[in-house]
């Protein structure tokens, strides 16, 4: 696969999915595809609170960048 973020953009602009239907799709080709322990991780504060980090960073990295191109 060339690009995994492209490709599932892609895929989901091709079926007309909303965003919470994007996301449920996902979570569950992730949880379908879980050992017991993985499935466990995800249901862990831990892994909240890591995902919720990643966000603010994701977020922080957007605004730079259109400060940068500004």
Known sequence: MRNSYREIKRVAALRGLDQETLIHALMATIYGNCCNECTAQLHSEAFLRAFD??????????????????
């Open 53 to 70: 980090r990643m966000i603010q960073a994701m977020i922080l990295c957007g605004e730079m960048s259109k400060r940068k191109s500004a």
